[in-house]
T-cell receptor
């Protein structure tokens, strides 16, 4: 186990609704990233937070937003949900060392109807 | 932009050796990582190569050729528990851990 915990594990929403996903980082890690993984595909980078500031963003619209708190836990918020947002959302914590090593949580499975 | 290509599926028998290739096109490159993901589970880190050559960790080895934009993951003495998806991922044009993942290779190990 990585020590990264995510909640909720599963949730169902309808189109147009908003969702907040939560993540607790592994102790000692100051960087948190969020990835979206559609079924049968690789994880896609959404954004990364370092010391409470967003320091990188992938090709996702502004309705995907996030926060990192002083204890390095994090939230991912998605507004105006669309059917294509149905996916596994993975949180990963790491040190900001650039050695390609991420510690992933088990993910939050979002279904949008 | 960045793109990574890896085979979608590989099948091998228990005890065999299998190699999963990954080619990448990136605007910048810091290193290549490999991750394993079992069905319903989280991706777990296997290895990282920043320099050319082979890195060995137990039954798993990873190779990188920066000049060829190519790497591979080598799994030896395959076990049934190695059945999983394997992803290569590039750390691109910055030193933070912002990874671009390939589409994954599903490895099936048969008795």
């Amino acid at each position: 186990e990585t020590g990264v915990t995510q909640s909720p594990t599963h949730l169902i929403k309808t189109r147009g609704q908003q969702v907040t996903l939560r993540c607790s980082s592994q102790s000692g890690h100051n960087t948190v990233s969020w990835y979206q993984q559609a079924l049968g595909q690789g994880p896609q980078f959404i954004f990364q937070y370092y010391r409470e500031e967003e320091n990188g963003r992938g090709n996702f619209p502004p309705r995907f937003s996030g926060l990192q708190f002083p204890n390095y836990s994090s939230e991912l918020n998605v507004n105006a949900l669309e059917l294509d947002d149905s996916a596994l959302y993975l949180c990963a914590s790491s040190l900001n060392s650039g050695r390609g090593e991420l510690f992933f949580g088990e993910g939050s499975r979002l279904t949008v109807l | 932009g960045q793109s990574l290509e890896q085979p979608s599926e590989v099948t091998a028998v228990e005890g065999a050796i299998v190699q999963i290739n990954c080619t990448y096109q990136t605007s910048g490159f810091y290193g290549l990582s490999w991750y394993q993901q079992h069905d319903g589970g989280a991706p777990t880190f296997l290895s990282y190569n920043a320099l050319d050559g082979l890195e060995e960790t137990g039954r798993f080895s990873s190779f990188l050729s920066r000049s060829d934009s190519y790497g591979y993951l080598l799994l030896q003495e395959l076990q049934m528990k190695d059945s999983a998806s394997y992803f290569c991922a590039v750390t691109g044009n910055n030193a933070g851990n912002m990874l671009t993942f390939g589409g994954g290779t599903r490895l099936m190990v048969k008795p």
